[in-house]
């Protein structure tokens, strides 16, 4: 009996003891090199008690990166619903005659739907499936020729479809996309590149084949396994775009996703050609942006439940959907969104004035994008009472099983206890979401590393560490 005393009291000093240095490792984390010279800021809050289990420069203003989707995501559902339905619609405005004949225009008309034609929600919902539903309902009103154009009305979100403070080498690149009231297939296209026997690379196909697009080749072949290094220049409304830096050697056929410079143009273009493997011809595809009259609905289609589009667009990080959203906050209208969102944080408390926040986007992708460790973990602690018990679990991504958090944190203490969201770009590393404590404690979070210079993979174990640290006194 002694011998098994001796032993409890063995493994309960070395407990304590492995706690002690465990707090002493989240006091002196924001000390360590790796951090140092950076700008660093955490904040861990009990989310049944709202208290603060433990900060630094809680308070300070830093750059979240993409996990300011949380906040763009979690404030769309909450305003809008998560039963909330974009809307896109096909119109006539003139008369069809006996012969089928329209004496118009075909209006295309969206409403922001940001998953319109994608393949993420299955083969039903791709590109090709829903071009043929809208010839379908075209053929069945009769119309067996179109003497007018096919319109599109993108006046819902207007021209302005980037935010104005993302970088010009970010607006090629398919994680850049603009978001327009009529978007489709993501916005984005597939471009395969070819290495060649005298080491140089040649432009494959283009799926899906974007018309008007011309390419100036400027790559080269980097090191086996040097992963994806080529960039595509291409600003939104151009028609020429560069494409530089590197692919591997090795790898071939390789592949780079490039976003479309104008998606309402492509609608209507790929609207058209479709109808004319149909033999419904059409005179020009022109897209406007201030209000059309529509006239006569003939097809409607109600895109994929908001509760998806938001899991998808944290899980998956896609600022496709987060612009989109943050777009309808605002009516259409960026200043109007990040004043809404600023508004609306105020009153859940998150904030206690509107310069607590500074939002450029929606997405993350943004250099101009601040907000405090604190206000993120309020704003978290809120939601959490505002989905529940189980519900919050659906939207964030969980370490070491989906999502961005997929391969993070997954050492033997960590591993499936955090769901939240990452966020990444030069200089910055952030993390923010909930962790379930060694004693069952669930707390929000929220850690932001801005201006580091150490390697990306130092300051990611770093961080871990205070999640371990974390994890383990709490």
Same mark, same amino acid.
């Given at each position: 009996m002694k011998i098994f005393k001796s032993i409890a009291v063995i493994l309960f000093l070395l407990g304590v003891a492995h706690g002690v240095l465990a707090q002493k490792s989240i006091n002196?984390?924001?000390?360590? %090199? !790796? &951090?140092k010279n950076a700008i660093v800021s955490y904040e861990f809050r009990e989310v049944e008690t709202e208290l603060t289990i433990a900060s630094h420069n809680a308070s300070k203003l830093l750059n979240p990166a993409s996990t300011i989707k949380l906040i763009t995501g979690l404030i769309f559902l909450e305003e809008y619903g998560s039963d909330h339905q974009f809307e896109t619609s096909i119109w006539s405005n003139g008369k069809i005659e006996r012969d089928g004949t329209l004496k118009g225009d075909l209006i295309i008309y969206g409403n922001g739907d940001p998953s319109f034609g994608s393949g993420r929600y299955g083969k039903k919902n791709n590109l090709d499936n829903r071009m043929q539903e809208i010839v379908n309902a075209i053929r069945k009103k009769g119309i067996t020729c179109v003497e007018g154009n096919i319109v599109v009305d993108a006046s819902v979100y207007g021209s302005d479809c980037t935010a104005h403070t993302w970088q010009y080498n970010d607006l090629g690149n398919y994680y850049a996309s603009g978001v327009w009231s009529t978007n489709i297939n993501e916005n984005a296209y597939k471009l395969e590149l070819l290495s060649k026997a005298d080491k140089s690379i040649q432009l494959g196909s283009i799926s899906p084949n #974007?018309?008007?697009?011309?390419?100036? *080749?400027?790559?080269?072949?980097?090191? %086996?396994?040097?992963?994806?290094? $080529?960039?595509?220049?291409? +600003?939104?409304?151009?028609?020429? $775009?560069?494409?530089?830096?590197? !692919?591997?050697?090795?790898?071939?056929?390789?592949?780079?996703?490039?976003?479309?410079? *104008? +998606?309402?143009?492509?609608?209507?273009?790929?609207?058209? *050609?479709?109808? %004319?493997?149909?033999? !419904?011809?059409?005179? %020009? #595809?022109? &897209?406007?942006?201030n209000p059309v009259d529509k006239g006569d609905l003939i097809w409607k289609h109600n895109g994929v439940k908001a509760k998806r589009q938001v899991r998808s667009a944290i899980h998956k990080s896609i600022n496709l959907y987060c612009e989109s959203f943050f777009k309808k906050l605002g009516k259409g209208n960026r200043e109007d969104a990040s004043t809404f969102i600023t508004k609306h944080l105020k009153q859940q408390k998150a904030i206690t004035s509107l310069d607590d926040i500074q939002i450029s986007d929606g997405s993350g992708l943004s250099q101009r994008n601040y907000i405090s460790a604190q206000s993120m973990t309020k704003f978290l602690v809120h939601q959490y009472g505002e989905l529940g018990e189980t519900e919050w679990k659906y939207y964030l991504a969980q370490n070491g099983f989906d999502g961005t958090l997929k391969n993070a944190f997954v050492t033997k203490n960590l591993k499936g206890k955090i769901y939240g969201k990452s966020g990444s770009m030069g200089g910055v590393r952030a993390y923010a979401g909930f962790i379930e404590t060694k004693s069952g404690k669930l707390l929000?979070?929220?850690?932001? &590393?801005?201006?580091?210079?150490?390697?990306?993979?130092? #300051?990611y174990l770093h961080i871990q560490q205070l999640l371990e640290s974390i994890h383990v006194v709490h």
């Open positions: 002196a984390w924001h000390e360590d %090199k !790796i &951090v #974007v018309p008007r697009l011309f390419f100036d *080749n400027q790559l080269e072949l980097g090191p %086996k396994n040097s992963g994806d290094q $080529a960039y595509i220049f291409c +600003a939104p409304y151009q028609e020429q $775009a560069y494409i530089r830096g590197s !692919i591997p050697t090795g790898q071939s056929p390789f592949f780079i996703r490039g976003a479309m410079p *104008n +998606a309402p143009l492509f609608f209507g273009t790929q609207l058209q *050609n479709s109808l %004319k493997q149909q033999d !419904i011809q059409s005179m %020009k #595809v022109e &897209v406007r942006y929000a979070f929220s850690i932001m &590393v801005n201006n580091y210079t150490a390697p990306s993979r130092e #300051v």
